[in-house]
């Protein structure tokens, strides 16, 4: 017996809703990503393959900046993706020069990135909901910094609600609790998590 059929056996009406809510997410994800690669195109943004996106991003490339987005990504701007209750996706390029270079595989919901220097992340990188990265302090009338690269690697899983500040580095193969602030340069294979967030745990 398939789900589905179990389930609309089992208990109707939570079956149909369900159903229901399925659809419309394919629908989201169809249309959503017609308009972004539509979009993408016209202002000069390269994406691979395959990428999808549930819900519209706002992205914004500066004059002679780069944004490049590589294959089978994942973006999600819509609270029927992530029961987390998430914004918008953002990938924003502020200054001439400044790039944001995204690999294969990676999947964000609700997730803030900008540069006006250099934000890099790896291959089969996953950020949960409402995260922020960036390479830069904002409000320099306040007081003014130079932005500093941003740095994830292969195979990183951030979780909910972290702030990756400019300039640190996260190592390949680490995972970043939920609620941590990245001040300080994270290594390969570990668990951090915390304000500032600091290792706790290697991985084998």
């Known amino acids: 017996m398939s789900k589905a059929i179990y389930y609309i056996k089992n208990d109707f009406s939570a079956a149909t809703f369900l159903s229901i809510r399925n659809s419309k997410k394919s629908l989201i994800i169809c249309f959503s990503t017609m308009y972004m690669r539509l979009k993408s195109y016209l ?3 390269n994406v691979g ?4 996106w549930g819900g519209i991003t706002q992205i914004e490339r500066f004059p002679m900046s780069e ?12 609270s029927i993706f992530n029961q987390r209750g998430i914004r918008h996706c953002i990938i924003q390029t502020g200054k001439i020069g400044a790039k944001i270079k995204i690999g294969n ?3 964000f919901s609700g997730v803030s990135i900008v540069a006006d220097c250099c934000v890099e992340i790896g291959n089969n990188v996953m950020v949960g909901a409402n995260t922020l990265i960036g ?5 320099p009338e306040r007081l003014h910094t130079s932005p500093s690269k941003t740095y994830i690697g292969d195979n990183v899983f951030i979780g909910m609600h972290c702030i990756i500040m400019k300039g640190v580095s996260i190592g390949k193969n680490s995972i970043i609790g939920a609620g941590s602030i990245v001040t ?3 290594p390969e294979n570990v668990i951090a998590v915390g304000v500032p967030c600091k290792v706790i ?3 084998n």
């Not at 393959?49 to 999808?52: A, D, E, I, S, Y």
């Open 135 to 139: 390479d830069r302090d904002d409000h």
């Open 49 to 52: 393959k395959k990428t999808k």
């Open 201 to 203: 745990k290697a991985i």
């Open 43 to 45: 202002i000069g943004v």
């Open 67 to 78: 944004i490049t987005i590589g294959k089978r990504c994942v973006f999600n701007s819509n």
């Open 105 to 107: 595989h990676c999947g």
């Open 184 to 186: 300080k340069n994270i």
